[in-house]
C-alpha cells in the first residue's frame, strides 16, 4: 500500500489514481496521521461492501494476516478463505525458497 501525505495529492494525483486502475489500496495522511484509504472501486466492491473488500485488499497487500482480515470482514476464516478465493487471492503465498523449505520438512 503505497502512502500519500495531503500535500502530495495535488502533485501526485497521477500516482494515486494509477494506484486505483491498477486494484491497490492508498493510504492519504495528514501531518503523519493515516486520514483516509482510498479503495478502488470494482465489482467485488459493489457485490461485497466496504468492509469486506478492505479486508480483502489489505490481505492481499500482507498488510492484514488471514485472521485478522476475516476479523474485520466479519467472516470465519473458511468464509473468508472462500471469499479471497472468489477473487484470485491466493490464501497461501509461498516463494520457491519457502515451499522447498516446507516440503524439505515434511519429509520423513
Not at 479471497?84 to 520438512?105: F, K
Amino acid at each position: 500500500m503505497e502512502s500519500f501525505s495531503v500535500r502530495d495529492l495535488r502533485e501526485r494525483t497521477g500516482d494515486l489514481v494509477r494506484n486505483a486502475e491498477a486494484g491497490r489500496l492508498s493510504l492519504v495522511a495528514k501531518h503523519g496521521h493515516p486520514l483516509f484509504v482510498a479503495v478502488p472501486l470494482d465489482e467485488h466492491l459493489l457485490e461485497s461492501g466496504i468492509t469486506i473488500t478492505l479486508a480483502c485488499r489489505l490481505f492481499a497487500e500482507r498488510a492484514l494476516s488471514l485472521g485478522k482480515a476475516a476479523r474485520l470482514a466479519g467472516l470465519s476464516p473458511q468464509s473468508f478463505i472462500e471469499q479471497i478465493g472468489s477473487m484470485g487471492i491466493p490464501a497461501v503465498d509461498y516463494d520457491a525458497t519457502d515451499l522447498d523449505d516446507e516440503l524439505t520438512r515434511l519429509r520423513p
